[in-house]
């Protein structure tokens, strides 16, 4: 079982799609990574050793802002744009979209995928 801080990477999976558990990696980060390793996308978690398994763990914590920081970073941002008073966060706070999207017809589904 390999775990990454929270996440816990499934077994069943290839690497590139286990990989995405850990929050701040996608599909195209995890496929990355798996790359620098030399490892194809169909390459199964199941068959990878500890010590490429750490060595990844150090590459990501050296090379991208995951989990936890990211997360406050996105909260402090948010924070930061509140006390300005930016019509996207209040827009955004009240569920609608925030990016100049159409909202006579489109504008439930926002509402519906609340994030926070």
Known sequence: MFRFKDSILPFNKTLANSLKKIYGIG????????NIFGFSSYYNVNKLNYYFFECMVAAMKNGYILEDRLR????SRFSLFREINL????RYDIG???????THSNGRTPRRNKIF
Not at 27 to 34: C, F, N, S
Not at 72 to 75: A, H, M, P, T, V
Not at 96 to 102: I, V
């Open 27 to 34: 599909e195209q980060r995890g496929l990355y990574i798996a």
């Open 87 to 90: 019509v996207k966060v209040k």
């Open 96 to 102: 609608l979209p925030a990016r100049g999207q159409r």
């Open 72 to 75: 406050f970073i996105i909260k």
